[in-house]
């Protein structure tokens, strides 16, 4: 029997690249967004591949998460692996620039959206067992504090620590769980981030190389396709192009 994956935000950037990629290697894919018209397109795009189910959904809504996963055709309900990948930053300014209602919305994401979508997918990632695996993705922002990031690295440092506590809870279920925290990666993400602003996007990106969604996708196929008595528990990737930044220091004005 085919083997099962199950996206979140696959209309867009990671999770669309490893839709693409899980099919190349045969898997039935479930995939999940906001955007209906970006779901239909991708099946269309691989339902000659690989058998796919999709379903609109606002992962902040829990009651609609339960929902598509009761509604879960049979064929699809064999749940090999979960990747948790919806999320956004906004407010790309420092805290106390930034809007109430953007801290909302990431935690709303970032943190409600992936406990909603893991609470309803657990039931059948357990009757899977070994072999099975939830890929969450975090961020290098979880790890590392930078100018802007506040409520966005708050939230992936959860995905972090909810991730390690998972694999404790998960120990002798055969469900692995692991955190892959990119960092800099050429999406949607960062129009996202700016609220629509394409040239801001551009600049970020422009004169250095950026981490690929197909990228992050094979990182994400690797760790969901490790023999079963092997669980990564977190996956750091970065450009190389990309480092740290010396400590900053207030000083007094000349
Ligand atoms: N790109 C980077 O540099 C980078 C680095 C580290 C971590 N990440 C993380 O990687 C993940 C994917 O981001 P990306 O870079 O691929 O960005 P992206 O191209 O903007 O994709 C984000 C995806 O999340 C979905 N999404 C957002 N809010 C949602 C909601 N409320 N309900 C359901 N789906 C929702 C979007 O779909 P709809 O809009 O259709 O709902 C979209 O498919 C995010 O968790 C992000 O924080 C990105």
Redesign the pocket.
């Known amino acids: 029997m085919s083997q099962v994956v199950f996206i ?9 690249a490893t839709a693409r990629r899980f099919a190349q290697a045969g898997w039935s894919l479930v995939l ?4 209906q018209e ?1 779901l239909a397109a991708l099946r269309d795009e691989l339902a000659p591949q690989v058998p796919v189910h999709i379903a609109a ?4 809504d829990a009651k609609a998460v339960q929902a598509a996963f009761d509604a879960l055709p049979e064929a699809f309900r064999a749940l090999t692996t979960l990747v948790n ?5 906004l407010a790309p300014v420092p805290a106390q620039r930034a809007a109430l209602e953007d801290w909302h919305t990431m935690i709303d ?2 943190v409600t ?1 992936l406990v909603n979508v893991t609470h309803a997918a657990l039931p059948w990632l357990l009757k899977t067992g070994a072999g099975a695996s939830i890929v969450n ?5 979880g790890e590392w504090p930078y100018p802007g990031s506040h409520v966005y690295g708050a939230t ?1 440092a959860f995905v972090k620590q909810f991730s390690l506590n998972l694999r404790s809870d998960l120990i002798a279920t055969g469900v692995r769980v692991t955190d892959i ?9 960062t ?2 981030r700016t609220k629509g602003d394409q040239a801001a996007s551009d600049a970020l990106y422009a004169g250095t190389t950026p981490l690929t ?1 197909q990228d992050i996708a094979e990182q994400i196929f690797y760790v969901a396709t490790l023999p079963a008595h092997m669980a990564i528990n977190r996956l750091e990737i970065m450009p190389t192009r990309q480092a740290w930044a010396p400590f900053a220091v207030d000083r007094d004005k000349p």
């Open positions: 979140t935000g696959a209309t867009s950037g990671f999770g669309q999940t967004g906001r955007r970006r959904l606002d992962v902040r990948n919806a999320g956004l930053a994401t970032n959206g993705i975090g961020s290098v922002a992936k925290a990119p960092g800099m990666a050429e999406t949607e993400f129009l996202v969604a």
